[in-house]
């Protein structure tokens, strides 16, 4: 199974400030990853799919890149709605995998 | 909009059984790849298993394989997940997700999620 790492588990930022999360994958995924956003009490929301394209209605702050086993989800300025948890998951093997989530939380 | 709708969960001793549904509506069902995706208490998602539009593909998380049974029934508009010989650690919220149009195994609609609790 292909495992994802997320780095770091917490990122304390100020809103306004950019926010850089990582994901790392032990086999290459090709392009194949997204990423989501949870809050508390919410279902995940899709943000990016397939590394860098932005899933219906999500703002243009948000952007991937990566390819292979290392990617990038950036937030380039955090609005107070996005101190939250995100996720990366891949889709190029059974089983799905996702990572293990970085908080970002305001500091 | 699009809606999922979980039920089934409850507590359940270990070695039990339980079935979740997923009643979706507000779009073509039967076009659509769906999954189960749990989160257990204070941890992160993972992806339990997933079925294809017509039913014919299904895929299982090593944890789960050979335990639960995921089904669909495109006339009812339904998802089914059949949880056997259940055990502490399936103790989770379980989601329901569609797969997101012709992008692959993503997820851009889920459910409210059904808690299920294993304890004697």
């Known amino acids: 199974e292909i495992v994802l790492t997320q780095s770091p588990a917490t990122l304390s930022l100020s809103p306004g400030e950019r926010a850089t999360l990582s994901c790392r994958a032990s086999q290459s995924v090709n392009s194949y990853l997204a990423w989501y956003q949870q809050k508390p009490g919410q279902a995940p929301r899709l943000l990016m799919y397939?590394?860098?394209s932005r899933a219906t209605g999500i703002p243009a702050r948000f952007s991937g890149s990566g390819s292979g086993t290392d990617f990038t989800l950036t937030i380039s300025s955090l609005d107070p709605e996005d101190f939250a948890v995100y996720y990366c998951?891949?889709?190029?093997?059974?089983?799905?995998?996702f990572g293990g989530g970085t908080k970002v939380e305001i500091k | 909009e699009v809606q999922l709708l979980e039920s089934g969960g409850g507590l359940v001793q270990p070695g039990g059984s339980l079935r979740l549904s997923c009643a979706a509506s507000?779009?073509?069902?039967?076009?659509?790849?769906m999954s189960w995706v749990r989160q257990a208490p204070g941890k992160g998602l993972e992806w339990v298993s997933g079925?294809?539009?017509?039913?014919?593909?299904?895929y299982y998380a090593d944890s789960v394989k050979g335990r639960f049974t995921i089904s669909r029934d495109n006339s009812k508009n339904t998802l089914y997940l059949q949880m056997n010989s259940l055990r502490a650690e399936d103790t989770a919220l379980y989601y329901c997700a569609k797969v997101y149009g012709g992008q692959g195994y993503y997820f851009d609609y889920w459910g409210q999620g059904t808690l299920v609790t294993v304890s004697s």
């Open positions: 998951q891949q889709r190029t093997n059974w089983p799905l995998t």
């Open positions: 507000r779009f073509t069902f039967s076009n659509y790849a």
């Open positions: 079925i294809s539009a017509t039913g014919a593909g299904t």
């Open positions: 397939d590394a860098s």
